[in-house]
């Protein structure tokens, strides 16, 4: 089958709630990908850092199918001998007293939820049903219902109401708002230490450092979602490290399952995810065998291999190259560690095809930023080919039309 096929298939059987780049993978190993017609290309996406470790990593790739073959899912109704070990490894690695495993980034944001409200009626005596859980403007925490309640972002939410109320919103990086919005039901303020889909926005130095100061002076759980910042993205293992904070509670997700799995977690002290009773929550395939071997591998490769500090030195290389390209509609070049947002002003889509037609995949966020986040395997010589595209495409597309048209007819070239 060639690529017009499979995409005639997808767009006719398939839920159009995407608009993907139209090429067809059918390899990954380490940085690279592969199309159907035998392309290659370089991955600066990494599934929206859900593969921090590189495609198909050997090192997962044992843990995942040695597992497959023992063991793959027992339900919690029993206790395997992969979770434990995992629980282990995260206390280890992180410091804190516990973990609840879920699946989808999405679910654990809803267990930290469910968790911080149950904290807040039981241990801080908020009345029933006033909880409230502060959150930012410009967020993405997931799909839900629930969760979109609180998008600010009019796609995310329009015609999927009614909303869960009980999300008072404030604006990011300004204490001063937050401050004003803290009330004697405020259960917790929840809030990416950078954020990712709004396009890689880091806030204003000192802001989560105040931010976690007002929360414990007002008895308010603190709640850092690193999905996509966390595991080494921003070149420390946790972005929240940038600011010297602990949070009460941190989500993870993405790259904790390497690539393979989905798989992802709560962490907090016993203070917060012990006021979970048996029969509270749940998952069927919440913390299943195959989810935890493959998450510790995760976590291995991630430490054995240095990525967090991967991450910190080639981004920096990265970001001040990047700085020195001189092209009108190139605004801001901004993010941390390998993770870094081409913010421009106008769509940056048509770049993102250039730079597929250059044999370099990354995806515009918000319309206007081109956002590169490569595996933190890449290597030096692979950053300077990146740039070189990168480059090449924003030195030469000068209208929306014209040379982006003449950048797609360029023959592929690597
Ligand atoms: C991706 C993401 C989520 C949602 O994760 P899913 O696995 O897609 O449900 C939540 N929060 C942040 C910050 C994310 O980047």
Redesign the pocket.
Known sequence: MRTQQYIELEERYGAHNYHPLDIVITRGEGVWLTDIEGRRYLDCLAS?SAVNQGHCHPKILQAFTEQARKLTLTSRAFRNDQLPLLYKDLHDLTGYDMTLPMN???EA?ETAIKAVRKWGYTIKGIPENKAEIICAEGN????TTTIISFSTDEQYRFGFGPYTPGFPIVRYGDIEDLRSKINRNTAAFLV?PIQ??AGIIVPPEGYLHEAARLCKENNVLFVA?E??SGLGRSGKLFAFEYEHIRPDVVII??ALGGGFYPI?AVLSDRDVLGVFQPGDHGSTFGGNPLAAATARAALRVIVEENLVQRSSELGSYFMEKLRTIRSSHLKQVRGRGLWIGLVLDEPARPYCEALKNRGMLCKETHECVIRIAPPLVITKDEIDWAFEQIKSVLTSITTNTGNVAAEKELVWQN
């Open positions: 929206y989808s980034g999405g944001v993405f925490h997931g799909r990416e990712g889909e979602d999905i996509q997700g993405k992802s």
